[in-house]
Every structure is written in structure tokens, then in C-alpha cells.
């Protein structure tokens, strides 16, 4: 019985190491690829770029479902983004709440008729709507048929060459498009797919209400805590995954694509219980399988704020789905795993989410059995066991600051008290914030052995504007 | 197994608490430089400091560390306007190098002497730098550079012709003749920038050569024609424009209607009798154009039992006819409030 737990314990904690190492190496490669692109933005020429006839057009597709407390501030930060040439189709998937009313009101929408294609086949769409006071502004009011079904209906209506799906719920900066764009300008040929780094806020207009240098950070630790899970996300990893051709998700908050790369794959996925790192993984697929030279690309550019729920209920709520939308797509796409047809996808980017997402709930139950077993029947002393979860947590705490520097060091976004703060919040976040995330991914992988392909939306934070 | 992990927890720690630490000063310390530095401004380099930029742009770094850094050099010279900025920006443009290159364009762009124009004209001529890059810088110093693109309407390379009609599009008295000349170009991509580029001059030369690109083979040539015909020929394109509410391409039926809402009311005529087309396309584009122009809405509230409008429901569909009665219901109540 010792001897068994003796050798489950050394299997967790070497798994632990390994996932450490392996997260080392990414974020010292992230902070290579963050580097290389603040040089570039810095050498870049936004002023022409925001006034050029020659930027490429894009058409800004929000999915809405029952969004009435955050549409309107939504709508108004993409209707003033600083691009040349932009349309907004805000497509309304059914809610049941007040979204389109607060549209019409706060836009002035009138229902016209568009001969649109039909180049995806959609529920049914109800109206279509267009701005007395923004021409480039269309909302399509259809029946419910879940947020890859309205992204669809809205790149039927879509008439540019690159679209940019982004979330009902997210504040964006005005220079988010520009940035998101500024390499598919300069090699629109290879660059397919481009998303970028996103924060969290519990009220992103109030967050986004301060300039860039001034932004403050949710007070709430509960709310820091996933402020800086977005942050090792993006900057430590996606960035790496970048750099080293596998980047597999592309953010529903913030995803550009070019549209005719979406026509070919035949549009958003209705079968996955999330539809954009399914779409990110097909996109793989589909140009590897091909041999067709491309590039999916992750920005370290802060482009908007996204709402984090603000209780513990609907943060697990949000982080099950995704942990059951990872499991999904991992396994349909399981002919790409460790298969050198998919080069670097395939040998690595898959494989890792393998290891790091889908089989980490498992090894995390097996992990605090065996610990908990270990420590009572004595085989650590209660010290070693004190040692042990220090250096978990300072080890977990550094790859946060190595986050934190590359955000501040790429954005200059949130003021120097609040960057300490983040920094003295780290390593308490494996006792605080970790618990929790590890609850909902065991929860992700039940309903994802059980088949459950609901959303499970969590209700909406309450907004200072629409309070 | 104890001692194992003992000092494994022990090397971790030994590495990771320090490493934060470290971390922590670099992220409060690199923000108070950067705050600091911000509220002084840039300083200006000295002597020893000019010489290591100039050395340094001139240099051919073999790390991508090395390039970002005269990338660097380049763009302070250049700011600066160092004397030897030409010589360093024509170094820096055929380098070869697309990230140097590009910070070269930047740099003539910005700095906008003749010198810096004609470099750009002839980095659009070659083929090593990225020439939508250079023609946006180009773009952007209207009107200094329009004379200069004159002799590119007629270059031997089609790519440096496209790039000459489509520079000169805004500058409406230059190149008239040259530009219709390169409506019946060989060439489908300058074929379209001739007569986007005609869109821009109204005039019975540029005229003609629209309406003619309304039959090219090539679609985007159609949408461009369809656009520009629209500006250029006006009320009397509009039949021509309104066949091509039935093109096979979705882009061209687009193209078509966007150019028929800009005429308004006046392409009414055109279009009634497309409203009886065989063809379904072309049946609903005149009806949503008559819907955009505000026909509908005019008749629907004036006269309600027109047969036009009975025509343009037909012709539109249950969805067209339930929006127009929903704004109309909605004119009224304005109406009847205001009479109130």
C-alpha cells in the first residue's frame, strides 16, 4: 500500500515538474515573440495605416444572446474603433431579454430588407435592422440556434474580405482592429487567423472609461485572480504556441479570420459546445492536411476587456464549459495527436493539450488523493509537505510575474500600485484561486464523458451604466 | 521517497522564490523608468551616441535582436534628420531585409521631401519591398507626389501600372487620357484600377470607358466599372447598371446596387422594369434599391394602393413588405403626434 502511493505520488509531482518545465520553456519562448512584436508594433505606422484606402476593410460580427446589460457599450466601442473601413452586424440570437430593444433605442434601428447570400444555412432570420445614426451598423434579429449559428448569419450579411467575430460582452480599445490587422496587411496571402490578448474586468466600461497607464485592476481578489489566469494564458503560452506555429485557440472574444478561409471549412461548428477553439483546430487540420502554407497568430496586444463573472458559481459554470469544449475538440480531432503529417501541431500543440488540459483533472484528483493519503499516513512530514506546496506556489507565482512583466513591459495598461498588487496576489493563487478551477475542470470532464453539450451561460454581472 | 521530494520541494523553492522576487523589481522598476521617461520626454542623443546610431544602421546585425536594434537607429536618424538620413534610408530600402525596408518606407513617408517621394516612386518600381506599404505612404502625402505618378501609367510591368492608376485616382486633373488608354489593358487588375480611377473624373472620355467595362470578363473589373459608372456616367448608366443586378458574381449584383442607391430617385426608371425580370437576383435587387432610395417608403405612405408598390412587394417578398409597413406605421404616428 506504501509502495503504491509512494509511486502515485512520484507520478503526480513528476507530472507536476514536467508541466512547470514545459510551462518555463513557453513562457521564456512568449517573451522571445513578445519582444519581436513590440518591436514591430513600435516601427509600425498606425497613423497611415487607421487612414490608408489600402488597409484591408473588415466586417465585426457580435453573436448577442440575452446581452441587454452589455450590447450598447459593446456596440459603441467597435463603432468607434479607429479603422478606415469597418462594418458592425450585431446578430441577435433569439434572446429573451431586452438586447435588440436596447439596440433599437440606442441606435436608432430601422427594419429593412437585405438580399444577403446565404452561402450557410442558418435558423430562420427575422429582420434585419440598420442605423439611422451608424450606416455601418446591421443587427439581424433570427431565431435561436446558439452562438456558431448566429456568427454564421452573420457572415452571410458580411461583406468584407476578413471578418472579426468578437463577444456581446467585451469593451474594445480604438485601436484594437488596427492591431489586430497589422500583419494580415503586411502578408494577407499567409495570414489567415489572428486573435489577440484580452483582460478581464468585473465592469469593463469603467475599467475601459480610464486611459491606457490608468487602468485600474478589480479590487476583488476573486476577479484579480482571473485577470492574471487570462494574462499566463496569453502572454506565457498562446504566445509561444504563436511563435512556434501552433497556436489552437483563437479567442471567441476577439478572432479574425479571412472570410473565405470560414466559406471553405464551411463556417462555424453547431455540434461543440463552444464554437472557436473547435474552429481553430479545424482550420489546422484542414491547411496541414492540404499542405497549404498559412499562419494562425496570437498578438500580445491588450485590445479589449472582457466581463469575468464575479461569484464563484458563475466562474465554474464559465470554466467547466471550457474545459468540456477542450475535451471535445481534442478528442474529435484525435487523428492529429503525436501525427507528424500535422507537423508541429500535430508532434506538439495537440499532444500538450492533451497532457496540460484534457488528462490534468485526472491527474489533479489522483494528485490530492494520494498527497492527502501520503500526509496521513506519514510518509511526509507534515514540513516537507508545507515545503512542498511553497515551491508549487512560488514556482506557479513566477511564471504569473514573467505574465505580468510581459503585459506591462508590451501595454503600459494598469497603474504601478496595481501591478504590486497582482504581484503579492500570486502566490497565494494556488491556496485561493486554483481550488476552484481545478472543481470546474473536474466538472468540464464529467459532463464531457456524460455528453452534455449545453452552453450553460451565466447570468450577467450588473454593470455600473446599467445599474 | 520522503528525501527525494524533501529536497526536490527544496531546489524548487531555492529557484522560484528568488526568480519572483527578481521578477517583482523588474516589473515595479521597468515602470517607474517608463514613467519617469515619460514625463521628461525623449533625450536627445550626443555626439558619441549619434555616431553608435549611424553605425549601427549602416551595420547588417546577424540576430533578429540586431535588426530590431537598427531598425531603431534608422527611425532616430530619421526623426533627427541627420544629414546622412538619404544615404542610410536608400541602404535601408533595397537592404533586402522586409522589416528594415519597411521601417525605411515609414521614414520617407514621414519625412515627405521631394528626394524621399522619388525614392518611394522607385521603390514602387522594384519589386523588393512591400508596394501597398509604399503607396500608402504615397497616399498619405497627397498632393506633393501626383505628377510623379504619370509616367508609371505607362510602365512595362502591369503590377507598377496597377499601382500608377490607382495612386493618381484622387489627383482628378491628372492622366485622363492615359488612364482610359488602360481600360482596355491586357492586364484584368489594371483594368480595374484604371476604372475605379475614372470613377474619380467626371467626363465623357471616362464616361464611355466605364460604361464598356460593364461587359469585361473579369468580375472585380464588372464591380469596379459598375461603381465608377455610376459616378462618372450618372442617370444615363442606370440601365446599364441595373442589368447587372442579374450578374452571376454576388459582388458585381452589390457592386450594382451600391451604384444605383447613389444615383437615388433618379435610377426609379431604370429600375421598374427590372422588376419584372425572369431573373430572381435581379428581381429583388431593384426592389431593395427602391426600398433604400426611399420609394417604397413615399408610396407606402402617399399612396398605398399604387400598382408600382404592389409590383415592388411582389418583386421583394413578405419581408420587405412587413419592414416598409413597420417603418410606415411608425412615420405615421410620427406624423399624427406632430399634427396632435
Not at chain 2, 425580370?277 to 426600398?291: C, I, M
Request: overall charge neutral.
Amino acid at each position: 500500500m506504501t509502495n503504491l502511493l509512494a509511486i502515485l505520488v512520484g507520478v503526480c509531482l513528476g507530472y507536476l515538474l514536467l508541466s512547470n518545465a514545459v510551462y518555463v520553456v513557453l513562457a521564456l519562448i512568449g517573451a522571445v515573440e513578445n519582444g519581436v512584436r513590440r518591436h514591430e508594433s513600435e516601427a509600425e505606422d498606425y497613423d497611415t495605416l487607421a487612414s490608408s484606402r489600402f488597409t484591408i476593410p473588415v466586417s465585426v460580427i457580435v453573436a448577442a444572446y440575452n446581452e441587454a446589460s452589455a450590447i450598447v457599450s459593446t456596440v459603441t466601442s467597435l463603432l468607434d474603433l479607429d479603422y478606415p473601413e469597418h462594418e458592425v452586424i450585431v446578430v441577435n440570437d433569439g434572446s429573451s431579454d431586452e438586447t435588440l430593444e436596447r439596440l433599437a433605442e440606442a441606435f436608432e434601428l430601422e427594419p429593412f430588407e437585405l438580399f444577403a447570400r446565404r452561402v450557410f444555412r442558418t435558423e430562420e432570420v427575422r429582420a434585419v435592422y440598420r442605423s439611422e445614426k451608424h450606416p455601418n451598423l446591421f443587427v439581424v434579429d433570427k431565431q435561436n440556434g446558439g452562438k456558431a449559428d448566429a456568427l454564421n448569419a452573420g457572415l452571410n450579411v458580411a461583406r468584407y474580405r476578413y471578418v472579426c467575430g468578437v463577444d456581446a460582452d467585451t469593451v474594445f480599445d480604438r485601436d484594437a482592429l488596427l492591431k489586430g490587422m497589422r500583419l494580415v496587411i503586411q502578408d494577407p496571402g499567409r495570414v489567415i487567423g489572428v486573435t489577440s490578448h484580452l483582460t478581464i474586468a468585473e465592469d469593463p466600461e469603467r475599467t475601459m472609461s480610464a486611459p491606457k497607464g490608468k487602468r485600474r485592476i478589480d479590487r476583488r481578489p476573486f476577479v484579480a485572480y482571473q485577470h492574471l489566469d487570462y494574462l499566463r494564458a496569453f502572454l506565457n503560452n498562446r504566445l509561444a504556441w504563436s511563435r512556434l506555429g501552433f497556436m489552437l485557440c483563437s479567442v471567441g472574444a476577439f478572432q479574425i479570420w479571412r472570410r473565405d478561409v470560414l466559406e471553405e471549412l464551411g463556417g462555424y461548428a453547431r455540434g461543440f459546445t463552444c464554437e472557436d477553439i473547435e474552429l481553430t483546430f479545424r482550420v489546422h487540420e484542414h491547411f496541414l492536411r492540404e499542405r497549404r502554407e498559412y499562419s494562425v497568430l496570437c498578438l500580445p496586444d491588450n485590445v479589449g476587456t472582457t466581463e469575468g463573472p464575479d461569484t464563484v458559481r458563475k466562474l465554474v459554470s464559465q470554466r467547466e464549459r471550457w474545459q468540456r469544449v477542450i475535451d471535445e475538440t481534442v478528442w474529435h480531432y484525435r487523428n492529429m495527436w503525436f501525427n507528424p503529417r500535422f507537423r508541429s501541431v500535430g508532434i506538439v500543440g495537440v499532444p500538450f493539450y492533451l497532457v496540460t488540459e484534457v488528462l490534468a483533472p485526472a491527474v489533479e484528483v489522483l494528485a490530492v488523493v494520494s498527497l492527502g493519503l501520503s500526509l496521513v499516513l506519514g510518509l511526509f512530514s507534515p514540513a516537507t509537505f508545507a515545503l512542498m506546496l511553497a515551491a508549487i506556489a512560488f514556482m506557479n507565482a513566477s511564471l504569473t510575474a514573467c505574465a505580468i512583466l510581459l503585459d506591462d513591459v508590451q501595454s503600459r495598461t494598469y497603474r504601478s500600485r496595481d501591478l504590486a498588487r497582482l504581484l503579492l496576489l500570486a502566490p497565494l493563487d494556488l491556496f485561493l484561486y486554483r481550488p476552484i478551477i481545478f472543481w470546474a475542470r473536474l466538472k468540464g470532464s464529467w459532463r464531457f464523458l456524460r455528453g452534455d453539450k449545453e452552453w450553460h451561460k451565466f447570468e450577467r454581472n450588473v454593470r455600473s451604466q446599467a445599474a | 521517497m520522503h528525501e527525494l521530494v524533501f529536497r526536490v520541494a527544496v531546489v524548487v523553492l531555492a529557484v522560484s522564490l528568488p526568480l519572483w522576487i527578481l521578477l517583482s523589481v523588474a516589473v515595479l522598476g521597468g515602470r517607474a523608468r517608463y514613467d519617469r521617461r515619460q514625463r521628461i520626454g525623449p533625450l536627445k542623443p550626443n555626439g558619441r551616441q549619434v555616431d553608435r546610431l549611424l553605425k549601427r544602421a549602416l551595420g547588417r546585425p546577424r540576430t533578429e535582436w540586431g535588426e530590431w536594434r537598427r531598425i531603431s537607429a534608422i527611425n532616430r536618424l530619421a526623426r533627427m534628420r541627420h544629414p546622412a538620413t538619404p544615404h542610410i534610408l536608400y541602404h535601408a530600402l533595397w537592404d533586402g531585409d522586409p522589416k528594415v525596408a519597411g521601417a525605411a518606407i515609414r521614414c520617407l513617408g514621414a519625412l515627405g521631401d521631394l528626394w524621399a517621394i522619388e525614392l518611394l516612386v522607385a521603390a514602387l518600381r522594384g519589386d523588393r519591398v512591400s508596394r501597398s506599404r509604399v503607396a500608402a505612404q504615397l497616399e498619405r502625402l497627397y498632393p506633393e507626389p501626383g505628377f510623379l505618378f504619370l509616367p508609371l501609367l505607362r510602365d512595362p510591368d502591369p503590377a507598377v501600372r496597377f499601382w500608377g492608376a490607382t495612386l493618381i485616382a484622387p489627383y482628378e486633373a491628372l492622366g485622363e487620357i492615359d488612364l482610359v488608354n488602360l481600360t482596355r489593358d491586357e492586364d484584368p487588375n489594371v483594368r480595374a484600377a484604371a476604372v475605379e480611377a475614372l470613377g474619380h473624373r467626371p467626363g465623357e472620355h471616362a464616361a464611355e470607358a466605364t460604361v464598356a467595362l460593364l461587359e469585361d470578363p473579369a468580375w472585380f473589373v464588372r464591380v469596379h466599372a459598375a461603381r465608377a459608372a455610376g459616378q462618372v456616367a450618372g442617370v444615363d448608366a442606370a440601365p446599364a447598371i441595373a442589368r447587372m443586378l442579374g450578374d452571376e458574381r454576388w459582388w458585381v449584383r452589390t457592386a450594382a446596387k451600391d451604384a444605383l442607391e447613389g444615383l437615388g430617385r433618379a435610377a426609379v426608371p431604370a429600375l421598374v422594369p427590372v422588376l419584372s425580370s425572369p431573373d430572381g437576383f435581379a428581381r429583388n435587387g431593384a426592389a431593395e434599391v427602391l426600398q433604400d432610395v426611399g420609394l417604397v417608403d413615399h408610396l407606402a405612405l402617399e399612396e398605398p394602393q399604387s400598382p408600382l408598390l404592389a409590383r415592388i412587394y411582389e418583386a421583394g417578398g413578405p419581408k420587405l413588405r412587413e419592414a416598409a409597413e413597420e417603418r410606415t406605421a411608425r412615420e405615421r404616428r410620427i406624423r399624427e403626434e406632430k399634427a396632435a
